[in-house]
């Protein structure tokens, strides 16, 4: 991959533009020679790295929020109480609107532990990474009182507890579960939530939220479309909607939350997730999975321990496990996104499979002028209640975890590698006071 600032399109490779304030025939805009537009000659640079309209899903984008303003009675959740003129707010500039935007919205390590992070481009970040960032993706009026109202409610939510070495510790944020489908889930759908987290705080989605998640789960699907044969079978099509949110609010650069990958038991395989910023900007981080990780997880038997445990387990290892990893020479195994108010991040399969993600403490978060130095993050999620009634019960009589192995694949000739295609899946207790050792493939044909 070439982190220089040149980009291949239909095979043609565009080299920098020089810096000069004018052209080379004097003039002072040049055409771009992606998308055609007019762009101011010192800028052109940083428009082919982050603003073109070139890039597969600006059109589509652009789309998406013309057919919110035109029909706002869009169902994709199942959250009523959405009116005509609640989602028509004037939009604000779309990332790829933003001719010469200087931003460097996502850097990779340029080389290996400890060097210096450069930016690559959307475009890049979509190429090499299972996930994809959508700047502005609200009206802007309704991303700011959703703001409002969420940091007014999060002194309410919860702080969950994880236990290391016998001692009980405070999660680094506070968090709740909203629900999105208006207590339409039958009960073993919410029974899920559970699984999610034995600490649940769940609540009915106030109307921004379901004014957000409609706009949300549109997005997620038109863009989807580019990768149908990718999705879990069930959200191909424009089959994906948010079932619920799971908001966290960090009070400021001292929160954070330790490297992870979501659960799948609750999600099922090949979740799509999709995360929107509020607030203070702050970085988000994804790491390629160490396949050792798993490695001892299968070999010993042993539980991974749940929640805040388990995140924090990986945060001490995550960026030695990172720079072992040496996969494909240049492959890009660990990208920082700066994700600012009103960002989307689509984590697309196999993100929770593949990949860790976390939010680092941080001693530089600049303020937001409504939150402060507090960011909101609020993940949609899909809820699967066919993969949660699959899972067995462990030895200890709990639903066993759901998880990737990275490493291993089910034995040759088992239901399971027929199945499973490449990846490998298995069951494994959850029991964070202890491991009954419970340990079996998943043979799901
Ligand atoms: O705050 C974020 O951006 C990530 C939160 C997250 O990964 C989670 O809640 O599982
Ligand atoms: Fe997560």
């Known amino acids: 991959m070439s982190l220089k600032r040149r980009r291949t399109v239909a095979g043609v490779t565009h080299e920098p533009a020089p810096s000069a304030a004018a052209g080379p025939n004097g003039s002072r805009f040049v055409n771009c020679p992606v998308c055609g537009r007019s762009i101011a000659y010192p800028l052109i640079n940083s428009h082919l790295d982050t603003a073109c309209t070139a890039s597969a899903e600006g059109p589509q984008l652009a789309k998406v929020a013309q057919d919110q303003r035109q029909d706002p009675a869009n169902t994709g959740s199942s959250c009523t109480g959405g009116t005509p003129q609640d989602t028509k707010q004037p939009q604000t500039t779309q990332w790829w609107q933003q001719s010469g935007a200087q931003k460097s919205l996502v850097l990779v390590p340029s080389g290996g532990k400890g060097s210096k992070k450069v930016p690559i481009s959307l475009e890049e970040l979509r190429r090499e990474v299972p996930c994809e960032l959508v700047e502005n993706v609200l009206p802007k009026e309704l991303a700011n009182n959703l703001l409002t ?12 507890q994880w236990i290391m070495f016998g001692k009980t510790h405070a999660a680094p944020r506070t968090s709740c579960y909203y629900s999105l489908s208006n207590g339409q889930e039958g009960t073993e759908e919410s029974n899920d939530y559970k699984d999610v987290s034995p600490l649940v705080d769940r609540r009915d989605a106030p109307a921004d939220l379901c004014k957000a998640a ?46 992870h990958a ?20 702050r970085t988000f981080r994804l790491k390629r999975a160490d396949p050792t990780e798993t490695a001892k997880d299968a070999a010993s038997g042993s539980a991974e321990a749940k929640g805040e445990e388990r995140r924090q387990d990986i ?5 030695d496990s990172a720079a072992r990893m040496g996969s494909a020479a240049g492959a890009i195994n660990s990208v920082d996104l700066s994700l600012e108010h009103n960002t989307l991040v689509i984590m697309w399969p196999p993100t929770q499979e593949e990949w860790r993600h976390e939010v680092p403490r941080s001693k530089k978060v600049s303020q937001h002028p409504i939150s402060g130095h507090a960011r909101i993050n609020l993940t949609f999620r ?11 019960l462990c030895r200890c009589g709990n639903q066993a975890m759901l998880k990737a192995s ?30 009954c050792g419970f340990w079996r493939w998943d043979d799901e044909a």
């Not at 789960?217 to 479309?225: E, I, S, Y």
């Not at 945060?315 to 960026?319: H, K, L, P």
């Not at 034995?411 to 964070?432: K, W």
């Open 382 to 392: 899909r809820l699967d209640p066919a993969s949660a009634a699959r899972a067995p």
């Open 214 to 259: 409609r706009i949300i789960d549109d997005v997620v699907r038109r863009l989807g479309t580019r990768m149908d044969a990718d999705l879990a079978p069930r959200d191909r099509n424009g089959g994906w909607s948010a079932s619920y949110a799971l908001a966290n609010h960090y009070a400021d650069g001292q929160e954070a939350v330790g490297a």
């Open 406 to 435: 990275l490493n291993r694949r089910p034995p040759a000739g088992g239901q399971a590698a027929v199945h499973s295609g490449q990846q490998g899946y298995y069951f494994a207790c959850d029991n964070t006071k202890g491991s």
């Open 315 to 319: 945060e001490g290892s995550a960026g």
């Open 149 to 160: 109202q969420l940091i007014t409610d999060a002194p309410t939510w919860h702080r969950g």
């Open 262 to 281: 979501d659960r799948l038991t609750p999600l099922g395989k090949r979740p799509t997730i999709a995360s929107l910023s509020l607030g203070a900007t």
